[in-house]
């Protein structure tokens, strides 16, 4: 039984212990307390403690002391810091500037490769989702399917827990006011499920409305669409919008989270309304492709696995498929293959663009500390005297040098603290500056800030911070060391050993050194710039402006006369013409041509077609090689003509004049089902209409009647 003033002592001895070891440390207390007692009686072993409780508190009492004089230090310092700061106010803003331009720049690219890069996509098991693609010379390979081969391969397929398949387009709807264009993407019933998205209002879509083509007019909208146009009405279940002249009836409303595959989507459809939204037999034709399939991977199978059984399933679909798809036009047993979900979000060239950028940003950031670096390092040797004076006073160049790191990280604090306002401009200006009519590179740049959230969240914050704390080291480092080492007699007389002269020639050499790896990158960027803008692009882009315009109906080829003649009525616009499509507009699907007098199995001319007004070529500055351009002359009912590019006669006719030339093709985009040979009556300068890297792809275009006046 232990007394009084054993407790008292026991009690005593656990709370001088440190705080954090408290427990442990009184267990071993008490267990050796009770064995010197068993064994050497209650004094010894209560002189013992005695002993024990006096060294803890003098223990505790020493460390107290040391944990506020160090407080009592850094405040001290931080103090003299912020002195030293107003004091010299141009030193502080160059410093605070030079470093805040650089750690913001990095704080905000970082921010955006931490969201295309490293977060996860906002979608349950989303590391478990992929794309199913068709083999291809492409090393994607080819993403959009005709949805029978889709609904074979969903019946067949036992390596995912659920697949999808969904398709986008931009479409006219009426609410009753003002028409607005929005983008909508078509969808099968899984895909809510798929992406772990239900309605916040009314519902989603049905297995009964993926039954029958056409029949269940229903569609699903976005948040936004609900609160721009029906103003966040509850009662919008029920109401109606008109797309095509036909009444589509609202079931749900989508929470503010999901955007759709785009991040700008407004509008869901079912897909068996592809026949209406589309065109008749897009949800049963087997020469519509258009659907994108995803899956979720079974948690049991690996992608490599998955992918090993790909060839098998198939050789499946495609055995099932083959009657319905004997008419595709890329027809056959196409080998399946796994691609992550995530990959088909991320352009890869937008990727390494930032990647890139990234690292740019961080020589300059390491520029910017040299400098600094340098700066503070004449200023640490302009205060030999001062330091002198301390040292004389009794102060450590332990505190010195404490000093002048406290300097340096209180620089970079405050600076971090400003590049934060520079990410986020830099931001601001990322997102909304991104050009959105244009293709290639700046439409995936648009596409990509459009899905993903890119802004200063706690990832990002983290990362300034960090940043910011290590910038403060690395540029205190060197007039911390240099303050360190400093001698007396030197500082006295204020006199610089040539150490110290090498060590600034050294910040400024790795200056130069990097100033010149980023100049000879911007030099290699000018130059690609000054090519890109040099390039031979087939016409004239001077004075052109560009219009897209979807007509959801076919319209009489008098409504197309009238709008040209409006067009061209306008006060400087000189001439108007219309096409399918427009250069740098990308090309459209590329197919098989025959040419005439060559076995079809053993050759033919892989070529895009468009399809335009007369005057088209000279609107646009394209040139006019041989023969002639189109007329008015050239109506339905006469001979089927054609002007065709320099790069499709030389393919079709190496070393021959192609006027007069005949072939023949299946483009329903600009005769229907015909299969009459087409003659050649004029040859045309090559014209860019996908990106400026791509080689010239065989073009032949065709009078507007064939697809407008029909």
């Not at 007396?488 to 100033?515: M, P, W």
Request: aromatic share 10%.
């Amino acid at each position: 039984m232990r007394g009084a003033w054993e407790r008292l002592l026991l009690w005593m001895a656990r709370m001088a212990l440190p705080r954090g070891e408290r427990e442990w440390m009184a267990g071993d207390l008490e267990e050796e307390y009770a064995q010197l007692r068993a064994t050497r009686g209650v004094r010894a072993a209560t002189l013992w403690l005695a002993g024990e409780t006096q060294r803890n508190i003098v223990e505790r009492v020493s460390t107290l002391a040391r944990q506020r004089k160090m407080t009592h230090m850094l405040g001290r310092d931080l103090r003299y810091a912020l002195r030293l700061m107003r004091l010299s106010p141009g030193f502080t803003i160059t410093i605070v500037l030079t470093l805040a331009l650089g750690i913001g720049a990095n704080t905000a690219i970082f921010s955006v490769v931490d969201a295309l890069l490293f977060k996860p996509l906002p979608y349950p098991g989303a590391e478990r989702l992929y794309s199913v693609v068709l083999a291809s010379n492409k090393p994607e390979g080819m993403a959009a399917w005709p949805y029978p081969k889709y609904a074979a391969f969903a019946r067949e397929q036992q390596e995912f827990d659920l697949t999808a398949a969904y398709s986008n387009s931009r479409v006219t709807i009426d609410t009753g006011g003002q028409p607005a264009r929005v983008e909508a993407e078509v969808v099968t019933t899984s895909y809510f499920p798929l992406f772990g998205a239900n309605a916040a209002l009314g519902r989603v879509f049905t297995d009964e409305e993926e039954r029958v083509p056409a029949r269940d007019a229903v569609v699903v909208i976005s948040d936004a669409l609900w609160r721009s146009t029906f103003g966040a009405d509850a009662n919008v279940i029920g109401r109606a919008l008109t797309i095509k002249d036909r009444s589509y009836a609202i079931v749900g409303v989508m929470p503010p989270s999901f955007r759709g595959q785009s991040g700008i989507v407004q509008m869901w459809l079912p897909v068996m309304m592809a026949d209406h939204f589309y065109f008749k037999g897009a949800a049963s034709g087997g020469a519509a492709w258009w659907m994108r399939p995803v899956g979720r991977l079974k948690a049991e199978l690996t992608a490599q696995t998955a992918a090993a059984r790909m060839p098998a399933l198939s050789n499946r679909v495609g055995l099932i498929d083959s009657s319905r798809m004997k008419d595709a036009m890329r027809d056959g047993r196409e080998l399946f293959q796994l691609r992550p979900f995530r990959d088909t979000k991320i352009d890869p060239a937008v990727s390494r663009s930032f990647v890139v950028l990234l690292a740019a940003v961080g020589l300059v950031l390491i520029i910017a500390c040299a400098n600094t670096a340098n700066l503070l390092l004449g200023r640490a040797i302009r205060r030999q005297a001062e330091f002198a004076v301390r040292l004389a006073l009794g102060a450590s160049r332990h505190d010195i040098t404490r000093q002048v790191l406290v300097e340096s990280l209180v620089l970079a604090a405050v600076a971090g603290v400003t590049a934060l306002v520079v990410a986020r401009w830099t931001l601001a200006w990322l997102v909304t500056a991104k050009p959105m009519n244009v293709t290639g590179f700046w439409s995936q740049y648009a596409r990509t800030f459009d899905f993903f959230d890119v802004g200063l969240d706690a990832r990002v914050a983290a990362f300034n911070v960090a940043v910011a704390l290590g910038v403060g080291v690395v540029f205190g480092l060197l007039p911390a060391r240099h303050a360190a080492r400093m001698d007396l007699n030197d500082a006295l007389k204020q006199r610089t050993g040539s150490s110290r002269f090498g060590a600034r020639a050294a910040l400024v050499l790795a200056e130069i050194a990097f100033s010149v790896v980023l100049l000879a990158s911007a030099g290699l960027m000018v130059r690609s710039f000054a090519n890109a803008t040099n390039a031979h692009l087939g016409f004239e882009p001077d004075h052109l402006v560009s219009m897209l315009a979807r007509i959801e109906q076919r319209k009489p080829a008098a409504f197309y006369r009238e709008w040209l003649d409006r067009l061209r009525a306008l006060p400087g616009v000189e001439s108007a013409a219309l096409a399918t499509m427009a250069p740098l507009g990308g090309s459209s699907y590329r197919g098989p041509v025959e040419v005439e007098g060559r076995p079809k199995k053993e050759f033919s001319v892989v070529a895009a077609v468009n399809v335009v007004t007369p005057g088209f070529f000279s609107t646009m500055g394209i040139k006019t090689l041989a023969g002639r351009s189109f007329s008015d002359d050239d109506r339905e009912t006469s001979p089927r003509v054609a002007v065709v590019s320099l790069a499709f006669a030389r393919s079709a006719w190496p070393g021959q004049d192609a006027v007069g030339k005949r072939f023949r093709h299946d483009y329903r985009v600009a005769f229907g089902d015909a299969k009459d040979w087409t003659t050649v009556v004029g040859i045309v300068d090559d014209v860019v209409y996908g990106a400026l890297e791509d080689p010239n792809t065989p073009m032949f275009t065709c009078p507007s009647h064939s697809r407008w006046e029909r």
